[in-house]
């Protein structure tokens, strides 16, 4: 449940938006048992100093006092904010660009390593909440998205009115998308060629692969460049499956360079800023549906072999 959810919203902080959780009727004397065990990974005494800061909001969007939480009656069948916290987050030293924005659309080239939103260990060292807290855009929200190890384009939304418009961009296929990789070169594998498949989750929250069925996923693939046993592809992704990408390539024999996910999965958190996975949304080409101008962006990024 977000606080979008309800007409009362308080304030973006530091380009975080406030969380919401409604306060059902049940056994609870105060607020802070019920947190408790609703949240039982934190602690009553990270809830009562997140309340000395300000950060739990009642409906009303007054700050609820640690007294109020621990000595006053639980307040059944309310609404709760309170702003998400990520105890020792990392900084991650690499920044996103701005290529370009208008009164609707936002483009950023994004850096590997930097995830697009907010997810599990990660909050303000993403895109979005960096853009936010950065430009004051508290209605920013991305159309779509690559990987946090993927390099490259990213387009956000500015403006609630015209978002479905340019989501439907997406959903209908209407953007020419182009990556580049780097993966070994084989001259036995024909290319160009079109890699078309049917990709489902393995096994693994984190992998996906090919499995026989109708194909889901549809990737035009070519080389661009060979240097020894490396070459640069181009990967023109039709449809949008998670890991389209790196399935496509690793079933064709190549491996995308540095890949922590395909073929071997490396443990979470084992990160080699030096060596980042070869792969760049490179071009995006689409017309404008408000505009209705043709728009073609550019990575300033480059894979080098």
Known sequence: MTAEDFHVKPPTRNGIGPSCVG?????????????????PNVTPATWLERMARGAVLDES???????RASQSPYPAHTRLFYYRE???????????????????????????????????GYLAETVLVRLKHKL????LVPIHRIDRDTAGLVMFSKQPASRAAY???FSQHQVQKTYHAIAPWRADV?????????????GHFMLQHEVPGTPNAVTHIDVLEVRGDLARYALKPVTGQRHQL?????????????DGLYPTLTPEGQFDHAHPLQLLARELVFTDPVSLTPQHFVSQRRLTL
Request: proline share 13%; hydrophobic share 40%; glycine share 6%.
């Open 136 to 139: 004051g855009l508290d209605d």
């Open 246 to 258: 790196r399935v496509h390539m690793l079933a064709l024999g190549l491996p995308i360079l540095n």
């Open 23 to 39: 306060l059902p009727g049940g056994p609870w004397l105060t607020l802070i048992d019920f947190l408790t065990q609703r949240f």
């Open 167 to 169: 989501s439907a961009l």
């Open 190 to 202: 024909t290319l160009p060629q079109v890699r078309q498949s049917r990709i489902q989750e393995a």
């Open 86 to 120: 990520v105890p020792h987050e990392p900084p991650i030293p690499f920044q996103e660009v701005v290529l370009y924005q208008n009164e609707h659309l936002l483009v950023v080239d994004k850096p590997h390593f930097l995830p697009v939103v907010p997810s599990g």
């Open 61 to 67: 969007g007054t700050a609820i006092t640690p007294e």
